[in-house]
């Protein structure tokens, strides 16, 4: 069993008798002890997706699902289609991919993790960190090398905007918590 | 969907603090039952904190009906009984296996909700209303946030309380009245009055000698509870009970009763400033239109500031910059920060408009009622 604040997307849990894969997860705390866990979820069998909130001690059965690692190889519109180590392709709906999204880029080398349900690449996930390049943020501000001040900045690749510190100019390379779509700080 | 009106509601409280989770409790219960006739359990795991708010209640009697609301002791043993059209678990409480399985087994499953803790946090928004399917049963329980915007369940609200609020601050009489039940004496010139509800807190002792060497006199009332024994060895006791009264300087301080809630309510009526602590008496504050400065219920990681900082943005919100100051540096100053003299020096100095603000502040939130709020939700999804 797993509670809800351990679960993370791409898990896949038991919820009155249907599979259900975790497309995000949202912790916040709601007042003195409690705290609860925002949670969006689709069906492996209705495909219908929901979202839901639970508290965060709420116990789950997770079902463990075969996973393969692989490498993102390119987008077929409407799939994303990823390559195990022995070359076999398997297809991805957007919806499935959750916040991996936002960091897919051609010739992408990070290790993706892909989760099947009865054959069906089900979810993906990404290392914790991956590093990436910005295309383009507002210059740097003179002075503020404390990472306090935020901007937003957009990815080379996917175009995916986030809040990175002040001093990060376009070109740089930024290492990000891809759990919580966080700027934790300049690679290069 | 069946828009059905739930004619019963069982509510399920687990006290944690002593008086916050039963009071939004029994105020919950008795608007369900008073103003929108359902037949109310209220289920109560400490009969002994709720009897301090409830005179008339005998905590040892398991069973009761008091004020037309069925009160129950929720025994670690929970008697078969059929669930009501509408549960609220209140503050995330974790209600008996065996009540959750007798929900499951209903052929119509009741309405459930899990009344969450009040804030006024962004993040509230966009929890309110979602469900909880339940994990092993064919059963949904719904996530419910009070709140202080539209798009949150509002706040607890009597239908008549700010009617009875306005007779009652607008009347000299039974202002008069109510001050000598207490055995305060009439107010003299420039005094000021202050109910004074907190947890134990370290900025107590300066705030106490802030009045004792004020320029004009302050009245201070305090209700039994836990700040009282800090109070109590500013003025040299040990402890203190109701009815006493200490003097030191220009500061006066009168030991209350911990009470009912209606009495507590005309408390916040009738004093000039309030300190209050937790979700209820701040709420109640809030509705009486005065200054306020509130004690949040302090965690250990510190989150519980969010929490003050959230509410004080939406309290300030468009006042002008000193009156904003005003009321940040003491919120902060009363929760862990410094220099209360200098803060409550200058809440005072802007007290006229801060009252002001009090009442326009009211008036804006009495249009988002929690009961309503709660009533219209259990009949869109049962």
Redesign the interface.
């Known amino acids: 069993m797993k509670t809800a604040q351990e679960l993370r997307a791409g898990n896949v849990i038991n919820v009155s008798g249907e599979p259900m894969v975790i497309l995000k997860a949202e912790y916040s705390r709601s007042g003195r002890n409690g705290s609860v866990v925002k949670m969006k979820m689709k069906g492996l069998l209705s495909g219908s997706g929901k979202e839901t909130v639970y508290a965060a001690d709420d116990k789950f059965e997770q079902i463990i699902l075969d996973k393969k690692d692989c490498t993102y190889s390119y987008y077929a519109d409407p799939m994303f289609v990823f390559m195990d180590e022995e070359y076999n392709q398997y297809e991805v709906e957007e919806e499935n991919l959750g916040d991996a999204v936002n960091y897919l880029t051609d010739g992408m080398e990070d290790k993706c993790e892909v989760t099947f349900y009865e054959g069906k690449a089900i979810s993906v996930e990404l290392p914790n960190t991956i590093v990436r390049e910005i295309e383009y943020t507002e210059p740097a501000v003179r002075g503020d090398t404390s990472g306090k001040v935020m901007k937003p900045a957009k990815l080379v690749g996917s175009g995916f905007e986030l809040p990175v510190a002040a001093f990060i100019e376009i070109g740089d390379k930024i290492e990000i918590d891809t759990r919580t779509n966080e700027f934790k700080k300049r690679a290069n | 969907m069946g828009e059905r009106l739930p004619r019963s509601c069982d509510i399920f409280c687990a006290v944690?603090?002593n008086y916050g989770d039963i009071g939004v409790c029994w105020r919950l219960a008795r608007q369900l039952a008073h103003e929108h006739g359902l037949a109310v359990r209220l289920w109560v795991d400490d009969m002994h904190s709720f009897g301090k708010m409830l005179p008339e209640l005998d905590a040892d009697l398991p069973v009761q009906t008091c004020r037309s609301v069925d009160i129950r002791l929720w025994a670690s043993v929970m008697p078969l009984v059929e669930p009501a059209d509408l549960v609220i678990g209140a503050?995330?409480c974790k209600l008996p296996d065996s009540y959750v399985a007798a929900m499951a087994a209903c052929e119509r499953k009741p309405v459930w909700l899990?009344l969450?803790?009040?804030?006024a946090?962004e993040?509230v928004e966009?929890?309110h209303q979602?469900?909880?399917?339940?994990?092993?049963?064919?059963?949904t329980k719904y996530?419910f946030f009070p709140g202080f915007t539209p798009k949150t369940g509002g706040l607890l609200l009597e239908r008549d309380l700010l009617v009875r609020r306005d007779a009652f601050q607008h009347d000299g009489n039974e202002q008069a009245s109510y001050w000598q039940l207490l055995n305060v004496p009439p107010r003299v010139a420039n005094e000021m009055r202050v109910s004074l509800f907190s947890y134990e807190n370290e900025a107590m002792h300066e705030l106490l000698r802030t009045w004792e060497q004020g320029a004009h006199p302050v009245t201070c009332l305090l209700p039994e509870g836990r700040a009282l024994p800090q109070v109590a060895q500013y003025f040299g006791q040990q402890t203190g009970k109701a009815g006493e009264v200490w003097q030191r300087g220009n500061l006066r301080v009168h030991v209350l009763p911990f009470g009912e809630q209606s009495r507590y309510d005309e408390l916040l009526w009738a004093c000039d400033v309030n300190f209050v602590r937790g979700?209820d008496s701040c709420v109640r504050a809030q509705w009486a239109g005065k200054p306020f400065i509130w004690h949040i219920?302090p965690?250990h990681d510190s989150?519980h500031m969010?929490?003050l900082t959230a509410l004080q943005a939406r309290y300030v919100e468009g006042l002008p910059e000193e009156l904003a100051s005003a009321v940040h540096d003491l919120w902060l100053a009363w929760n862990g920060g410094v220099d209360i003299a200098g803060a409550w020096g200058r809440f005072v100095e802007n007290r006229t408009n801060l009252e002001e603000h009090g009442q326009t502040w009211a008036k804006r939130l009495s249009g988002n009622n929690l009961a309503l709020n709660l009533l219209a939700f259990s009949r869109q999804v049962a």
């Open positions: 944690v603090d503050f995330a899990n969450e803790y009040l804030s946090e993040w966009t929890h979602l469900p909880s399917p339940h994990p092993t049963l064919p059963l996530f979700e219920y965690q989150v969010e929490k």
